[in-house]
């Protein structure tokens, strides 16, 4: 599940609020995403529910960065 937030720097948002208790990486964007950027990564995250395939953390955020970057 990915869920994009804007962060006042001192409150909790209420999308944080919303997720079940576990553990979580958060990662700041240098920049909004696209259209299609978050097209991108809901194909990514449907494709991982249906095959359950997967990359380790290090290279998803490894490729992410790479893909924003463009």
Partial sequence: MVKVLNWNGKD?????KDL?????AIEALDHEL???EQQGLIDAIEEFERTGESVDGETFFKQLRSQ???
């Fill in 34 to 36: 696209t259209p299609e």
């Fill in 12 to 16: 909790v948002p209420a999308e944080l």
């Fill in 20 to 24: 079940p208790a576990g553990q979580y």
């Fill in 68 to 70: 924003l970057r463009r």
